[in-house]
């Protein structure tokens, strides 16, 4: 079901079965495939691909020109999103910084609320824990500090992340061991979502590791 106030250009190719909510603008060279869940008020423009039964949150933006000052917008570049994912309320996934490349997002990918992907040569095989900052290859370098404080989490919620932070990744103990040790102690509903995950992604393909040198001592 389309809703009456989306806006479809007439070079986009829906599939079946795809539901696309109230405001939202799909302009450009995209593909939706079939059963896939869009939200209120998301663009997705330019060359984009989104594979079957992914979940697009409200608000969020696909295939915008990347944050490089650099960038010539008369650069083909394009988005591929695979099937499976779910993409939160807010998340950017913006294109390819040089000509012919791709910002690519396999399947079953879970994207939280305000989550951005474009970081130019980036590439990931393992889940990335809430709340953090990742690049190149696999690597963490430290806390969102200053999306947390954006996104309205106050002062005792970003101690907390920060504690949970710092268990999994600076305290000398392996990611197990890590966990094994949060159960010691009382954690508030923001350092449980940061464990949650990291108990849930060691059961399958593993978390990013915090990247040697990174300075992840920033006030929160």
């Known amino acids: 079901m389309i809703h009456q106030t989306a ?7 829906i599939g079946e079965n795809v539901e696309i909510g109230p405001h939202s603008v799909i302009d450009g060279a995209v593909t939706i495939a079939d059963g ?5 008020n998301v663009v997705i423009e330019g060359e984009v691909s989104i594979g079957r039964n992914n979940r697009i949150g409200h608000g969020a933006i696909i295939g915008g020109e990347p944050q490089d000052v650099g960038f010539s917008p008369i650069t083909r570049s394009r988005v591929e999103i695979g099937e499976r ?3 939160r309320e807010q998340s950017t996934i913006h294109r390819g910084t040089t000509a012919d490349s791709a910002t690519k997002i396999g399947d079953e990918n879970f994207l939280m609320v305000n989550a951005h992907v474009g970081q130019g ?11 953090v900052i990742a690049a190149e290859r696999n690597y963490v370098f430290g806390l969102n500090t200053i999306g947390l404080r954006r996104a ?22 392996n990611t197990r061991q ?8 009382e954690w508030t509903e923001a350092g449980c979502e940061f464990l949650c995950f990291v108990s849930d992604a060691i059961a399958k393909r593993g978390i990013c590791p915090l990247k040697r040198g990174a300075n992840q ?3 929160t």
């Open 217 to 219: 001592e920033t006030e």
């Open 178 to 185: 890590a966990l094994e040790k949060s159960r010691e102690s």
């Open 7 to 13: 806006v479809i250009g007439s070079g986009a190719k």
């Open 85 to 87: 994912n779910i993409i």
């Open 121 to 131: 040569g980036s590439a990931f095989s393992k889940d990335i824990p809430p709340f």
């Open 152 to 173: 309205g989490f106050s002062r005792e919620q970003r101690d907390e992340i920060k504690r949970a932070f710092k268990l999994i990744y600076l305290s000398g103990l």
């Open 36 to 40: 896939c869940v869009i939200g209120a």
